[in-house]
């Protein structure tokens, strides 16, 4: 199995689903600044919105959203193929579901976000 650090990803997004408006835009621009093309919504209504007309290397869902519960946004991405990241500033220990999901405590800094990324799906395209 080779390492996903090492290899480049096809050119398909990553859904972030955060309802803190301040932290869906500082981790929206630290994807994108590192090549990563990032759709970013507040709410699970948009998510379900975005999983059902685009394909994602990577779902980042908040466990608590302000309709619903990321794990169900997780879920549903996970069965669509994508990788899923649920992050929670609720609790240090991962939701009862969760299991087949990576997960993550708040606060995270970014060489945490990115690394979890790069785990995840690897590298961003190369730049033309």
């Known amino acids: 199995m080779s390492d996903p650090g090492n290899e480049l990803v096809e050119q398909k997004p990553i859904l972030l689903v955060e309802d803190e408006a301040t932290t ?3 981790v929206t ?3 994108r600044a590192e090549g990563y093309a990032v759709d970013s919504v507040a709410n699970g209504g948009a998510a379900t919105t975005c999983l059902r007309s685009i394909t994602y290397s990577l779902v980042i869902a908040d ?3 302000p309709d619903g519960n990321g794990l169900d946004i997780a879920d549903a991405a996970a069965d669509l193929g ?3 990241l649920i992050i929670s500033g609720y609790t ?6 969760s299991e087949r999901h990576d997960f993550m405590a708040k606060p ?3 060489d945490e976000i990115l690394g979890a990324v790069r785990r995840a799906i690897g590298n961003p395209p190369a730049q033309p």
């Open 24 to 26: 869906r835009e500082i």
């Open 29 to 31: 621009h630290l994807l």
């Open 63 to 65: 466990w608590m959203l």
């Open 82 to 84: 994508a990788k899923t």
């Open 92 to 97: 240090s220990d991962p939701p009862p579901g």
């Open 108 to 110: 995270l800094g970014p």
